[in-house]
Structure formats: structure tokens, C-alpha cells
């Protein structure tokens, strides 16, 4: 795969059930290629998995899977702490993802 020139972050932080969720996306040439997800809080399995999270969806990107099938399957997934945010809630980490990935794609 070839580059695809220089690239725009823009990052997003969600109110979470796990506290703040700093979600960064990356955008090139092609449209949005690239997620890293980061809790306020360091460390522990929540961490860990958010970091799988963001590998996937950012492999999901690249190989080229529309943003609105992967939000689809992280909307709604749903953990014991749910959080409102402007009237929204958040129903977990992945849901949140999911939220600023659909920003993202209104903005293209």
C-alpha cells in the first residue's frame, strides 16, 4: 500500500463511563485511515483493549471497510457505566468511538 500523502488529526474527547476518552482520527487524501483511542486513566485492561480497538478499526480503514460498517457495529455496544453527554448517552468505549467516527464522516 502506498502513502496517501500528508494527513489532518482532529481529536475528539468523550465523556465515558471509564472517565474522559481522548479519540484521535486521522484523515488523508482518501478519507479517514487511522483511530487511537485513549483513556485520561493509564493502564489496566481497559487501556489494553482500547488499544486493540483502535488497531482494528484503524486496519478496518485501511483495507479499505466504509466507516459507516464499522460504526454500525461498535454503535450501541453497551457496558455497566453509561454516561449523558449533550442530552446523548454513551453507552461504553466502543460506543463513543463509534460517535466520533460518524462526526468525522459528516465533515468529509
Given amino acids: 500500500m502506498g502513502g496517501a ?3 489532518q488529526d482532529i481529536t475528539t474527547r468523550m ?3 471509564c472517565g474522559y476518552l ?3 482520527v486521522k484523515r488523508d487524501s482518501r478519507g479517514l485511515c ?3 483511542a ?3 486513566k493509564a493502564g489496566g485492561c481497559a487501556t489494553a483493549q ?4 483502535s488497531r482494528l478499526v484503524s486496519m478496518l ?5 466504509k466507516p459507516e460498517t464499522i460504526i454500525k457495529q461498535l454503535r450501541g455496544v453497551k457496558c455497566h457505566s453509561i454516561v449523558w453527554e449533550e442530552g446523548r448517552p454513551i453507552l461504553s468505549c466502543a460506543d463513543a ?3 466520533v467516527l460518524e462526526q468525522q464522516i459528516g465533515q468529509e
Avoid: P, Q, S
Fill in 38 to 40: 485513549v483513556l485520561e
Fill in 61 to 65: 480503514l485501511r483495507a479499505g471497510i
Fill in 34 to 36: 487511522e483511530v487511537f
Fill in 15 to 17: 465523556k465515558t463511563g
Fill in 22 to 24: 481522548d479519540v484521535t
Fill in 50 to 53: 482500547l488499544e486493540a480497538l
Fill in 97 to 99: 468511538i463509534a460517535i
Fill in 5 to 7: 500523502g500528508e494527513t
